[in-house]
């Protein structure tokens, strides 16, 4: 499962991922470019000065692919089955999906609040 953790102080996707995440986010190529591997990924999220284990960059990028956030094409390896990832959207259209799904999150948590009000004005982009 995807854990979300909302840093009101920020106003970017900082707010929402870690770091490390979002390096990793920059680390996947857009949907016609070259998918990439976990391993990659981990390396060059390492190389950029955070210190995070090889089991957290495979997490997320599998709760990325879960959600149908990233795209992952299965392919086979000496060490067996694995995924590369790239988009399978633009960046907006990833940024709003995110958005949906922290609302959905927020309307079943807090069903008598009017956040169907609140996702509709975020999908029609006058929030």
């Known amino acids: 499962m995807f854990t ?3 840093k009101a102080h920020s106003e970017s996707i900082s ?8 390096k990793a986010l920059a680390c996947i ?6 998918p990439i591997g976990s391993g990659p990924i981990y390396d060059l999220i390492n ?3 955070c210190h995070i284990s090889r089991a957290s960059v495979i997490n997320f990028l599998e709760a990325l692919r879960k959600l149908d ?5 299965l392919t086979t390896g000496k060490g067996g089955k694995r ?4 988009f399978n959207v633009d ?6 999906r995110v958005a949906l799904i922290i609302m959905g999150a927020l309307k079943k948590e ?4 009017y956040l169907e009000h609140v996702a509709d004005r975020v999908t029609r982009g006058t929030a």
Do not use: C
């Open 15 to 22: 707010a929402i991922f870690k770091d490390w995440q979002i």
């Open 47 to 49: 190389r950029k000065g």
């Open 4 to 6: 979300v953790s909302i």
């Open 91 to 96: 960046r907006s259209v990833f940024n709003l």
């Open 29 to 34: 190529p857009n949907s016609n470019g070259t």
């Open 110 to 113: 807090y069903p008598d609040m």
């Open 83 to 86: 995924f590369d990832y790239k």
């Open 69 to 73: 956030l990233i795209e992952g094409i």
